[in-house]
């Protein structure tokens, strides 16, 4: 309760009670004792209220506090799990290409094979005519040798 109620005090009280009530009050009526006893006890649950009020949002704020660290704490994890993901996803498309390029090799390795084949043997055809060419030229300068 307060103690330090002052001339000020009373005579706001009964500045008030005449304004709401019409009714003047002089500052040794015993109801200003009984309104300055509420009026103590009012401002006292108020202070009571406030107290309560911010306790309440303080033990909020530590819920809302450990609501986020989860919240981050989760995303942490989903972080964690996507880089998993790729990781894996990375690795198993690594598979992929390998096991394609080794079919890719496969299927285009009889065409290579083919296609070399197909060449060596132009080439040694040339070659033959080449041979065949010099050696009817050898024989015909001998010819021409001969009967020169």
């Known amino acids: 309760m307060r103690h330090d109620i ?3 005090d009373v005579e ?3 500045a008030e009670v005449f304004r709401s009530s019409g009714v003047k009050l002089t500052a040794d009526d015993p109801i200003i004792a009984v309104l300055l006893i509420q009026e103590a006890r009012l401002e006292a649950l ?3 209220q406030r107290i309560n009020i911010e306790q309440g949002l303080a ?3 530590a819920e809302i506090d450990e609501s986020q660290k989860a919240t981050v704490k989760a995303a942490e994890g989903l972080k964690t799990y996507r880089e998993q993901i790729l990781t894996e996803l990375l690795a198993k498309n690594d598979e992929n290409l390998k096991e394609s390029e080794g ?3 496969a299927a285009i390795q009889p065409k290579i094979a083919a296609q070399n084949k197909a060449l060596a043997d132009e080439i040694a055809a040339k070659m033959n005519r080449s041979w065949l060419v010099a050696a009817l030229l050898g ?3 001998l010819l021409v040798l001969k009967f020169v």
């Open 103 to 105: 079919r890719i090799y």
């Open 12 to 14: 706001a009280i009964i």
């Open 139 to 141: 024989f015909c300068t």
């Open 46 to 48: 108020f202070k009571e």
């Open 59 to 61: 033990e909020y704020v």
């Open 6 to 8: 002052g001339q000020a």
